[in-house]
């Protein structure tokens, strides 16, 4: 049966390709060519358009495609009160090319949220479509993973647990205000509980001293109170993968160490899971899903333009069915198709034809 409200049988992550003319403003921008406004000005029109493409392949969730984002996590990070984005030094390194070394660090007490240009952003897709407006944020986790101990200055925090606990209440004020904006669709775009599969980040994160074995527990109290204000018509859903810059990735291993507390102890209503090479595992995980949760099976990679048969992604929902009822499924790619403004290797038509393939099949299983 098809689902007449979020998360739909045929989703998507929310990242899309930038078009041409967005890079090109985006170039004469940083080159001090073009104003702010009329930089603004192409990001309307472009993603105006953008909206329209979503609508006419099919999608009934509809995202600005991050089109006014560098990156899917520091442009929202890095603009909450008490924190700021800087250039560093990595720490955790992609299997290949690296993304431009843009870092986050606490810079003051947390736990209010004066407000966010986001809200704006969500305001304008919200008003340019005619389907269910998606808003993608990455999750309060994405602030700690990645550094540790060295994002948040002792003589700000010298207890961790109060970063947590602030942290948490600063997302639960920015969900509110997204909610407060009239959206419906809310995703925590979550890396770093698929980071802690690996056993390579695991002993990573415990060779600078934290506890690998408590974090998953920290993150989903969290993530609870990060939604803890939603209301109760709004669908919650958390997106999980390994890493995502032009066609590379981070992590790999399944979903087995962190299942029971991504599935039970998070309150999520629906987990978008990336799926679509072996670095994920089986699907013997999605057994912890309770039967009120929702699952959205991202079997069709977004990191390579070679287009999946119908047959390949039917017999893969068959395989997952086997853990969990096909009713709480859905389908998509397995990740969007820029995290950053550069962008995945292949093309924009190839990126199209995905979604379309992700319609027609789920239009086979599931009905019209």
């Keep these: 049966m098809q689902r007449t409200k979020p998360p739909f049988r045929a989703d998507h992550v929310g990242s899309f390709l930038r078009s041409a003319a967005l890079k090109d403003a985006r170039a004469g921008r940083e080159r001090g060519e073009i104003t702010a406004e009329q930089l603004k000005a192409v990001e309307d029109r472009e993603i105006d358009a953008i909206i329209k493409k979503q609508e006419e392949v099919g999608l009934k969730s509809i995202t600005d495609g991050e089109y006014r984002r560098a990156f899917w996590n520091y442009d929202f990070l890095g603009k909450l009160d008490g924190v700021e984005a800087y250039l560093g030094e990595r720490k955790i390194k992609f299997q290949g090319p690296q993304p431009r070394p843009m870092m986050l660090r606490v810079t003051g007490k947390l736990g209010t949220f004066s407000g966010h240009p986001m809200l704006d952003h969500f305001r304008f897709v919200k008003e340019h479509t005619r389907q269910t407006p998606k808003m993608t944020i990455p999750s309060p986790s994405s602030l700690h993973f990645r550094y540790g101990r060295s994002a948040v200055p002792e003589a700000i925090y010298p207890d961790m647990n109060d970063f947590y606990r602030d942290l948490g209440k600063t997302y639960r004020h920015a969900v509110k205000a997204f909610a407060d904006a009239g959206c419906r669709y809310i995703q925590l775009d979550e890396v770093n509980f698929t980071y802690l ?81 072996d670095r994920a595992g089986g699907f013997e995980p999605l057994r912890f899903v309770p039967k009120d949760k929702l699952v959205v099976l991202g079997l069709v990679t977004s990191k390579s333009g070679t287009l999946e048969t119908k047959d390949e992604l039917k017999r893969r929902i068959d395989e997952a069915a086997k853990f969990i009822d096909l009713d709480q499924l859905c389908l998509s790619p397995q990740c969007g198709f820029a995290s950053t403004e550069e962008g995945n290797i292949l093309a924009e038509e190839q990126q199209w034809a995905k979604l379309r393939r992700i319609v027609e099949v789920a239009e086979e299983v599931w009905g019209r």
Excluded: W
């Design 197 to 277: 599969c690996d056993p390579t980040l695991r002993e990573q994160v415990r060779q600078r001293g934290d506890d690998v074995e408590q974090l998953p527990h920290v993150y989903a109290e969290m993530i609870n109170a990060a939604i803890a204000d939603a209301p109760a018509d709004m669908m919650t859903a958390m997106h999980l993968c390994r890493g995502n810059f032009q066609s590379t990735f981070v992590a790999s291993g399944g979903y087995e160490p962190v299942a029971e507390t991504l599935f039970n102890e998070i309150r999520i209503k629906t987990y978008f899971m990336e799926y679509d090479s």
